[in-house]
T-cell receptor, first 114, second 115 residues
Framework: EAQVTQNPRYLITVTGKKLTVTCSQN?????MSWYRQDPGLGLRQIYYSMNVEVTDKGDVPEGYKVSRKEKRNFPLILESPSPNQTSLYFC?????????????FGSGTRLTVV | SQQGEEDPQALSIQEGENATMNCSYKTSINNLQWYRQNSGRGLVHLILIRSNEREKHSGRLRVTLDTSKKSSSLLITASRAADTASYFCATDPLISSGSARQLTFGSGTQLTVLP
């Protein structure tokens, strides 16, 4: 089944403790992206990647890092999480060139930073 | 940044009625897409309409696009309680080839279908 897999689904952590949210897709998509979703603010893009070793900032990159060492994986790293990063996070992927497809989203990671 | 703006923000209807949601956007687009999100879950792609198309159907979904008014509408016919969800429009901008494809999502319409 074609899918984007995010882990973990839920995560509670303490301020300052480094964490990684994993994202993996099995569709050979070049494009991958991370979003956060907050009430009243909609979906905001954190980082995106057009291919292996090619990443770029989205609208709200502060406090986040990403890497794209393999085509299928695009982990989101919070080096020193803070309470304002409490949010619902989504990873998404799509083909880069074929624009007849939409994005495929993961099921989300609900992060709470205390 | 958000380009698409949905209207209304919330909509409550009875089962069997039709639900119409609207989306307005600002810049030129390659296509416009609609997504559905059940509470706390990932967005699911519903339908894509290209800028040279005016109307598209998929099952109980009907999407229209008016590029002169920079607006789109999503109609769900004969709604069911299971249609209760948030619905988002997303615009795929008209950009040069080789550039990153960046969908911009609206703020969503929360649809509640009462049994």
């Amino acid at each position: 089944e074609a899918q984007v897999t995010q882990n973990p689904r839920y995560l509670i952590t303490v301020t300052g403790k480094k964490l990684t949210v994993t994202c993996s897709q099995n569709m050979n998509h070049e494009y991958m992206s991370w979003y956060r979703q907050d009430p009243g603010l909609g979906l905001r893009q954190i980082y995106y990647s057009m291919n292996v070793e090619v990443t770029d900032k989205g609208d709200v990159p502060e406090g986040y890092k990403v890497s794209r060492k393999e085509k299928r994986n695009f982990p989101l790293i919070l080096e020193s999480p803070s309470p304002n990063q409490t949010s619902l996070y989504f990873c998404a992927s799509s083909p880069l060139r074929d624009r007849s497809y939409g994005y495929t989203f993961g099921s989300g990671t609900r992060l709470t930073v205390v | 940044s958000q380009q698409g703006e949905e209207d209304p923000q919330a909509l409550s209807i009875q089962e069997g009625e039709n639900a119409t949601m609207n989306c307005s956007y600002k810049t030129s687009i390659n296509n416009l897409q609609w997504y559905r999100q059940n509470s706390g879950r990932g967005l699911v792609h519903l339908i894509l309409i290209r800028s040279n198309e005016r109307e598209k159907h998929s099952g109980r979904l009907r999407v229209t696009l008016d590029t002169s008014k920079k607006s789109s509408s999503l109609l769900i016919t004969a709604s069911r309680a299971a249609d209760t969800a948030s619905y988002f429009c997303a615009t795929d901008p008209l950009i040069s080839s080789g550039s990153a494809r960046q969908l911009t999502f609206g703020s969503g319409t929360q649809l509640t279908v009462l049994p």
